[in-house]
């Protein structure tokens, strides 16, 4: 079973630029995240997708970080304009939903690294 | 609100030794626990879980308990190896109102085994 793609793995922008970033979940999972995990942190959610809907965004800047799941499977993160403290690595997860939310397992991508001059 | 916290690292062990990385946390509800593992270049992997008070979660020779009445989920193992060094996190998904399956993780604690 081939797992949580992401791409590109680096990226490096100046301040004030735009970047996307990209994942393909696990094939038949409907819950979808995206997460920053800032250099000696523990990763933080941004936002949840059920399908093609928003589930939690409560955390994202939403005045520069945008997000969509169009048709329920790959999902693009935006940022625009990016800030010297976006540089992170944006981690995308999948989720099969069959069962109770808390107890099913999160997959992960390789992460995006993203470096903001 | 919901947190998880670590102890600080690194940890610097010798092969064979054992091993603890503290995990407390804080939670309404009745949390899922869980110990993801990020080697070096690589993403977030589960190492071992655990969904209710008193399971044991084990992996891998790595082990851990959830123990409700100290709000801890201590990982340990017996004797670790060079290709054990990476970074450990422990997380809570909150089972509470929202149950939106979330993680929220702790700060990761670096472990370094030296042959």
């Known amino acids: 079973e081939a797992g949580v793609a992401q791409s590109p793995r680096y990226k490096i922008i100046e301040k004030r630029q735009s970047v996307a970033f990209w994942c393909n979940p696990i094939s038949g999972h409907a819950t979808l995240y995206w997460y920053q995990q800032i250099l000696g942190q523990g990763p933080k959610l941004l936002i949840q997708?059920?399908?093609?809907?928003?589930?939690?965004d409560s955390q994202l800047p939403k005045d520069r970080f945008s997000a969509e799941r169009l048709k329920g499977v790959d999902s693009t993160l935006k940022i625009q304009p990016a800030k010297l403290e976006d540089s992170a690595v944006y981690l995308c997860?999948?989720?099969?939903?069959?069962?109770?939310?808390?107890?099913?397992?999160?997959?992960f991508g390789p992460g995006t690294r993203l470096t903001v001059l | 609100g919901n947190s998880v916290t670590q102890m600080e690292g690194p940890v610097t062990l010798s092969e064979e030794a054992f091993l603890t990385i503290n995990c407390t946390y804080t939670?309404?509800?009745?949390?899922?626990l869980f110990w993801y593992v990020q080697y070096p270049g690589e993403g977030l992997q589960l190492l071992l879980k655990?969904?209710?008070?008193?399971d044991k979660g084990s992996n891998k020779g790595f082990e851990a308990t959830y123990r409700k009445e100290t709000t801890s989920f201590h990982l340990e193992k017996g004797s670790v190896q060079v290709s054990d060094s990476a970074v450990y996190f422990c997380a809570l998904s909150d089972r509470g109102s929202s149950n939106t399956g979330k993680l929220i993780f702790g700060q990761g604690t670096t472990l370094q085994v030296k042959p």
């Open positions: 939670a309404t509800g009745y949390p899922s």
């Open positions: 997708f059920q399908n093609n809907g928003v589930v939690d």
């Open positions: 997860a999948s989720r099969n939903s069959s069962g109770s939310f808390g107890t099913d397992t999160q997959y």
């Open positions: 655990a969904t209710k008070a008193d």
